[in-house]
């Protein structure tokens, strides 16, 4: 079952930098919804991978399909702070805050 967060444990220096973003989104007036997108882009980018890394059959548009369900319940809709972890965590934080500051 692929599991969208499963690479998302921040360390202690990506944290940081979570915390620094989402107080530059916060103070640039990014809504949620602003991010949506891009959540759902890294979740369909991570489900990609993990059809090319493996080769158990799984149909690649299940994976797709289950990454974009996840990326809107598990991310999208607990609101700005966890879509900045995300993005950190899938895209690294100088992707991350480069997406927060084009939504502006």
Do not use: K, W
Request: contains cysteine; aromatic residues 2%; negative net charge.
């Amino acid at each position: 079952m692929l599991d969208i967060e499963a690479d998302a444990p921040l360390s202690p220096e990506d944290a940081a930098h979570t915390a620094r973003i989402l107080t530059l989104a916060e103070s640039l007036g990014v809504d949620p919804c602003d991010l949506d997108d891009a959540v759902h882009d890294a979740a369909s980018r991570y489900a990609s991978e993990a059809a090319n890394s493996t080769d158990d059959g799984t149909d690649t548009d299940e994976l797709h399909d289950e990454a974009g369900r996840q990326a809107a319940e598990h991310v999208n809709n607990q609101g700005l702070g966890r879509q900045v972890a995300y993005l950190v965590a899938q895209c690294g934080h100088e992707e991350a805050e480069r997406i927060v500051r084009e939504t502006v």
